[in-house]
């Protein structure tokens, strides 16, 4: 009997270890191999880290399952952990002690993600990692210390990223570089270290010139997965492999001028010549009377060329221009006088004033031709008496700002682009003739989008903000503009105010009204609607009594 009791002991203590070990989380499947437990979740909709993985595991697989974050101690509980597999789900963030305890992690693999950067600090926590697979990611930055806790790595895969630019001493400071070959045969380490640095958009300029050279001179035991590196700019030396250029060290931009001091008649055209030297590209600018002037550029290997052009010269034209280059070294810059020579010698020439032409009552008729992601296209129809000699100025910057930037359009042109807007911005542009300022009827004011990082989501926006704007663009100030955030509330109330205003201004066309309202789109069902009739900002208040302005404010 006793020998009975002692067999029932054995065999409930067994089942009970069994039935513990044997726990798996729910929607997964567990196995046990030569290697030990291993834990598989594919394709679930656990959307992050459960905190009730058993501590046996060795393996750890969980693969599109909408995980989007590794929080800290992530999988703490599991110590015995040596692979972990992390492919093809949505994390973008990586906390810096996401990988504690895990000291005996020999495998880490979080390929198809959305890392944007990792926290390399983090590998502190894995002395033993050998196999780092980051492929199809993020990934726009590798720090110079970003390889320092990885002295067991054997397997680096970085392809399939936004690497631009890297530091040869990324690698010149990995412990595992600084080992001599014999040293590594001696302590019995694996002898290759394969890179995967393939397919990444890198910019082959000055700052990329100690990592093309670190990829020529690499060799075993370091390997590269694919050798033929290939730039994607700049423009030069894009679609080259990286053995086919030669890179030089960067420079601080040199400026200079083949003529610094010009006189030309009144009503001449004028061009300004600026010539840069620098590495890597500079940014060029002009400065005239506080105002910034963008100029055309060209570009011949080393010389960077700025030619701002000044078309029939008016006595308002006349003064100091400054070119400017700036890049990450440093800036420079050259002054260029511009003088107006007089008919009559014995006059002295006026001060400099605005000189308006016989078109300054000239009807410009400005809206918005296209909306992107990243900016819109402008486009207008002047009414003028000579057409094809016409120039126009475009007014462009931040609605607030004093300083706005200058653009000179020669005749025949009737569209520009702007591009590169900041979110959640509000900017004002404008379409004058040459050297007007900016008038009743000329101006746009717009809002971009609130989230940069949903790229669909701002096009909308955009798209909806502007169909708005340009709608309002030919109406009375009393009207109603709508933004974004709000309902289709803003759009009856639009309506009942457009027909109170139609009454007051006899002089608009009925076609042309009716074009503009057709114009809103069932899109802006997320509009605001705040009217332009209440106390806006001190400056609009007083410059709407001068005008009684038609432009749309959004606010």
């Not at 055309?296 to 008016?314: G, K, M």
């Amino acid at each position: 009997m006793d020998a009975f009791y002692v067999t029932l002991h054995i065999t409930l203590v067994f089942q009970f270890i069994s039935f513990g070990s044997s726990t798996c989380l729910f929607g997964c499947s567990c196995t046990d191999d030569i290697l030990g437990r291993s834990l598989l979740c594919m394709e679930t909709s656990m959307g992050e880290i459960p905190v009730d993985i058993p501590h046996d595991f060795i393996k750890i697989r969980i693969e599109k399952s909408h995980l989007t974050e590794l929080p800290r101690g992530s999988f703490s509980k599991v110590p015995a952990l040596e692979f972990l597999w992390l492919n093809f789900n949505e994390i973008a963030l990586m906390n810096m002690k996401s990988l504690e305890r895990l000291a005996n992690l020999t495998e880490l693999r979080l390929q198809g993600n959305k890392l944007t950067s990792v926290p390399w600090t983090a590998f502190q926590d894995t002395p033993k990692l050998k196999i780092l697979d980051l492929k199809h990611n993020h990934l726009d930055v590798l720090p110079e210390h970003a390889l320092r806790y990885l002295p067991a790595l054997t397997y680096l895969d970085l392809s399939f990223n936004q690497l631009s630019v890297i530091a040869k001493e990324v690698f010149i400071n990995w412990p595992l570089f600084q080992i001599a070959e014999k040293a590594w045969a001696k302590e019995g380490m694996v002898s290759n270290v394969v890179l995967g640095l393939h397919d990444n958009p890198w910019l082959c300029d000055c700052r990329l010139k100690g990592f093309v050279e670190f990829t020529r001179a690499v060799s075993p035991p370091i390997i590269l997965m694919n050798s033929y590196l290939m730039c994607s700019g700049p423009a030069l030396k894009a679609h080259k492999f990286f053995h086919e250029i030669q890179l030089k060290s960067c420079m601080r931009p040199v400026t200079s001028a083949p003529e610094t001091n010009i006189t030309l008649p009144l009503g001449a055209n004028a061009t300004l010549t600026c010539l840069v030297k620098g590495r890597p590209e500079p940014t060029i600018q002009w400065m005239y009377s506080l105002k910034i002037i963008r100029g055309f550029t060209n570009i011949d290997e080393e010389t960077f060329s700025s030619q701002l052009l000044i078309p029939s010269l008016h006595l308002a034209d006349r003064g100091l221009y400054t070119c400017t280059a700036n890049n990450f070294i440093g800036n420079s810059s050259v002054n260029i006088t511009v003088n107006i020579a007089s008919s009559d010698s014995s006059l002295p020439l006026l001060p400099p004033v605005p000189m308006l032409s016989s078109e300054e009552n000239a009807y410009i008729e400005i809206h918005i031709a296209k909306q992107t992601v990243y900016g819109i296209t402008l486009e207008w129809h002047a009414a003028t008496e000579n057409p094809a000699e016409t120039w126009f100025t475009i007014h462009f910057g931040k609605y607030d700002s004093p300083k706005k930037e200058m653009i000179y359009i020669g005749p025949g042109i009737n569209s520009y682009s702007v591009s590169n807007l900041l979110p959640v911005t509000k900017y004002e542009v404008c379409v004058t003739l040459k050297n007007h300022p900016p008038r009743e009827g000329q101006c746009i004011v717009f809002v971009t989008g609130s989230d940069i990082s949903e790229m669909e989501q701002k096009e909308r926006l955009i798209h909806i903000i502007v169909i708005v704007c340009a709608m309002v663009l030919a109406v009375p100030v009393g009207m109603y503009a709508c933004t974004t955030e709000a309902r289709f509330s803003c759009v009856d109330r639009f309506v009942d105010l457009w027909r109170m205003h139609r009454m007051h201004d006899e002089n608009l066309q009925e076609g042309a009204r009716q074009g503009t309202f057709d114009s809103l789109q069932a899109t802006s069902d997320e509009a605001l609607c705040k009217s332009s009739m209440e106390k806006p900002t001190k400056r609009r208040r007083s410059e709407d009594k001068s005008k009684g302005g038609s432009a749309a404010y959004l606010y």
